[in-house]
């Protein structure tokens, strides 16, 4: 189980939640439906849907981000759950899930999951990361590690970023109708001029915890260095994300 720290998350991470307000004007949440967040972080999302009078249950594998959106939004249903694994009786209208299916190795459980949970004419709206989705930073990170003699454990690389394709597949081996799915480039801002470290910090601290703090700082301004030629902008650090996002139906 990975460690996240939600404060950080929170302060220096908005732009993932920010991100995902249009894909719950896609959602189109309605009131008295029962939606389902499926990697719902510290719960702002989960928040924004239940102002349209939706009953909104969120899970995370995260115990720490579960506590966050707890505190937050006491009057909501959040619980430690994780997406490979979790089960709900056919209860829920819609599923939604934002920048969280790529931390799930099993993405075929995770979409049947999802499916199952679903009543008859439900929906799943979701976003996540797909192919070519940060490879600049993956790319720099196996660099510096060869050249700092960092050791890189390809096994605890946290992501799987799918084809269109694959993730097709996986809806339609679940049982989906597909309404609509596409791959597409998102250049992603991130914030202020520590922005990539925070971004490593927050995102790929866990490949790196059997490090010490010297060798993460090293690490950390190595790959700072690298990368700066293609992702540091007039503004800033820009992130090389792709995403994939698609509306898919249960029969």
Not at 148 to 154: C, F, G, N, Q, R
Not at 237 to 248: E, K, L, M, P
């Amino acid at each position: 189980m990975m460690n996240w720290n939600a404060e950080l998350y929170d302060k220096k991470h908005k732009f993932v939640s920010n991100f995902g307000e249009d894909l719950v004007s896609l959602l189109h949440p309605q009131r008295g439906e029962h939606i389902l967040d499926v990697g719902c972080g510290t719960g702002d999302l989960a928040y924004e849907i239940s102002k349209s009078g939706a009953t909104v249950t969120g899970i995370d594998a995260a115990q720490s981000m579960i506590e966050a959106a707890q505190e937050k939004y006491p009057h909501m249903h959040f619980s430690v759950q994780d997406g490979e694994s979790f089960s709900f009786e056919p209860q829920f209208h819609a599923v939604f899930s934002n920048a969280a299916i790529h931390w799930m190795k099993n993405q075929q459980k995770v979409v049947q999951n999802c499916f199952d949970a679903l009543l008859p004419t439900g929906r799943f709206v979701a976003e996540l990361g797909g192919a070519n989705n940060i490879q600049s930073i993956v790319e720099a990170m196996k660099t510096t590690s060869d050249r700092l003699s960092i050791l890189y454990d390809e096994t605890l690389f946290p992501w799987v970023f799918p084809t269109k394709d694959e993730m097709s597949k996986h809806l339609e081996n679940a049982g989906f109708t597909m309404i609509t799915i596409k791959h597409y480039e998102r250049p992603t801002p991130l914030v202020g001029e520590e922005g990539l470290r925070n971004w490593l910090e927050m995102f790929s601290n866990h490949m790196f915890n059997h490090l010490t703090n010297d060798e993460k700082e090293a690490l950390y301004s190595e790959c700072e260095r690298i990368l700066r030629p293609q992702l540091y902008k007039e503004n800033g650090w820009v992130a090389d994300y792709w995403r994939i996002r698609f509306i898919a139906q249960k029969p």
